[in-house]
């Protein structure tokens, strides 16, 4: 991994993915990125949260460079762009196992840790802080 780089997802894409132009829906991108997200978050102890405070997506910023087809198989990256008093933004590629160098997408997703209770934004967990290291 590369300094600021928090995890790599391969991932097959499905025959259920694809739209009417035979090519991975817009939409699905932001699923292949939410479980890259939640597979980094189950190595953080409590995923970084507890009873008061929890992540929400906050933003999220997704460049299509070029369509996915099926069959592939893809890698997704997440690296640390920002970390803030209670948000931290995550950085993305989408990326072509076989060689790398084909990026289907880039971008981000600002996550914002709130106080349960109040709806307001929370201090960013040490965990999760020490995660980004």
Request: hydrophobic letters at 40%; charged letters at 25%; proline letters at 5%.
């Amino acid at each position: 991994m590369h300094p600021g780089e928090l995890i790599r997802v391969p991932l097959s894409v499905r025959w259920r993915d694809l739209d009417a132009f035979n090519h991975v829906n817009n939409s699905k991108y932001l699923s292949y990125l939410e479980e890259a997200r939640l597979r980094w978050m189950l190595a953080i102890p409590g995923m970084g949260m507890d009873e008061d405070v929890a992540p929400v997506v906050a933003a999220s910023t997704l460049n299509y460079r070029r369509p996915i087809a099926w069959p592939g198989d893809l890698v997704v990256e997440l690296f640390v762009e920002r970390i803030g008093g209670s948000s931290l933004t995550i950085g993305h590629r989408i990326v072509d196992t076989s060689d790398g160098g084909t990026l289907y997408c880039d971008g981000n997703v600002v996550m914002v840790w709130i106080d349960r209770n109040t709806g307001r934004s929370a201090q960013l967990p040490e965990s999760v802080r020490a995660a980004c290291r």
